[in-house]
């Protein structure tokens, strides 16, 4: 996912709500990892198999550690980036209003009045 993480806030917006999808996947799939410890436990406590069942069930936590650690980053990066992508589409938003607004007040008169600046007054309040 962090290989493609889209260019626009409402897309990188859609791709945190899929990845929190597969959060909630591999919350699905939690009580078949617990199983498989369950069992593996009995396994060893039955001296079965013991050295292939450690290093199974090793190989099992690793991977699922993994898993919510590469998730948890990819959402971090996601967030980054949809902090970055909202910042710069609103500092673009202000930077044209900013300059809508420059050729207004540039082009008032120097000895304005007290009406034509409470004019521009009412009329920057909105």
């Not at 999808?21 to 199983?35: A, G, T």
């Not at 992508?85 to 420059?102: E, N, P």
Request: aromatic residues 6%.
């Amino acid at each position: 996912v962090a290989d493609h993480i889209g260019t626009s806030v409402s897309a990188v917006d859609l791709q945190i709500v899929q990845h929190n999808d597969l959060q909630s996947e591999m919350e699905d799939r939690l009580p078949n990892k617990e199983e498989c410890q369950t069992l593996g436990g009995e396994l060893l406590e039955k001296e079965e198999f013991v050295d292939v069942v450690k290093e199974k069930l090793q190989q099992v936590s690793d991977v699922w550690k993994l898993l919510y650690t590469e998730w948890g980053n990819t959402l971090e990066e996601l967030d980054t980036m949809l902090e970055a992508l909202t910042f710069a589409r609103d500092a673009k938003s202000a930077d044209t209003w900013i300059t809508s607004q420059t050729g207004t007040l540039s082009d008032a008169p120097q000895a304005a009045t007290l009406d034509h600046i409470e004019a521009l007054l009412r009329k920057f309040e909105n």
